[in-house]
């Protein structure tokens, strides 16, 4: 296990530079001033050259990659201050430090992640394996034909009818946005509660599919049948032998949904008019604000590789018959 850790973690890093590399030279080959760029239209020669300075970009482009990744491990000075490790870069945009801006955003993707998780979760596995233990009967025909139709949803054709519903024309709920977990879990709770629905509506659809799917299949192993053979009671080998089975495919889908949702959901954000990691993306993206842009994507692909580092782990506990090396 730990020699298994270490290989995936030393992979890791090397991947984490190589997307770095990758990202920071393509982002360079464009033909833009980013110092114009920051500085504006109307200005003047003399401020875009001191710009240039404190931003680094009048240094060799093999510098200025050394610099910032160099950055990420031990820190950088710029003109305004030093910028602590891990540090992504200064924005051309706004000045401000890049790891700053995403730990800004990052609090309230992380709710709309795990709201919706927790929902998508319980309601879809549950429907899952509730169809599955009722297979052919009309609850089975009730739950598979629900997950077909939410199946067919889609966050921005779903969250305007929401808000429109329950928001705009009823007035039963506020406006959705972001209020501190630790400021008031509450308020936090109900603020994000449409935004929760919506997407943990999406995905509900695709859980119970795949939980009833995958339990089925398990339900006809060998092993589920030997057991039933033996006299065990039905709900015991259900739990015990077929649920644990049929979480390996869906550890494995989970996996890339979440790391999906942390990088930041800006089709929700975007719907909802909420500033997370998503739409910060998308936000320098539009703006050229490279540092910021580069730190957005290393941060996504960080959460991707654990997450995969997670998901393999979470196998071995999953299925005893798998073992890291």
């Not at 945009?93 to 309230?108: A, K, N």
């Not at 795990?114 to 009309?138: D, E, H, N, P, Q």
């Not at 997407?199 to 030997?226: C, D, G, K, N, P």
């Not at 997370?276 to 842009?293: E, F, N, Q, Y």
Request: overall charge neutral; hydrophobic content about 50%; aromatic content about 12%.
């Amino acid at each position: 296990m730990l020699q298994f850790l270490v290989r995936r973690l030393i992979g890791a890093v090397v991947i984490m530079f190589l997307i770095g590399a990758f990202t920071f030279f393509l982002f360079y080959t464009v033909p833009q001033d980013f110092a114009q760029l920051s500085c504006g239209k109307n200005c003047s020669p003399e401020n875009i050259a001191v710009i240039r300075e404190n931003l680094g970009l009048d240094k060799p482009i093999t510098t200025q990659f050394w610099e910032f990744m160099r950055g990420i491990v031990a820190g950088r000075d710029f003109a305004v201050g030093h910028c602590s490790a891990p540090c992504l870069g200064q924005s051309f945009d706004t000045g401000d430090f890049v790891w700053d801006s995403i730990m800004d955003r990052f609090p309230l993707t992380l709710s709309l992640t795990v709201g919706s998780l927790v929902i998508f979760l319980v309601i879809g596995l549950g429907s899952g394996m509730l169809a599955a233990w009722k297979r052919g009967t009309v609850v089975d025909k009730a739950v598979s034909g629900a997950s077909m139709v939410l199946s067919s949803f889609q966050i921005y054709f779903l969250g305007p009818i929401v808000l429109g519903i329950f928001v705009y024309s009823t007035g039963w709920m506020d406006n959705p946005k972001y209020v501190p977990f630790l400021e008031s879990p509450i308020d936090w709770a109900v603020a994000l509660l449409i935004p929760w629905a919506v997407m943990a509506t999406i995905f509900t659809a695709q859980y119970t599919r795949m939980s009833r799917s995958t339990m089925i299949e398990q339900l006809q192993e060998e092993h589920v049948r030997t057991a039933r053979a033996k006299g065990m009671p039905q709900r015991y080998v259900f739990f015990r032998y077929a649920w644990r089975g049929s979480l390996a495919p869906i550890v494995t889908i989970l996996g890339m949904d979440l790391s999906g949702l942390l990088a930041g959901g800006v089709v929700t954000e975007f719907t909802f008019d909420l500033a997370g990691i998503g739409r910060l993306a998308v936000d320098s993206s539009m703006s050229k604000d490279l540092p910021v842009t580069m730190g957005v994507m290393l941060f996504g692909a960080f959460f991707i590789l654990l997450l995969n580092i997670v998901v393999d782990l979470a196998y071995a506990y999953i299925d005893p018959r798998v073992r890291l090396a």
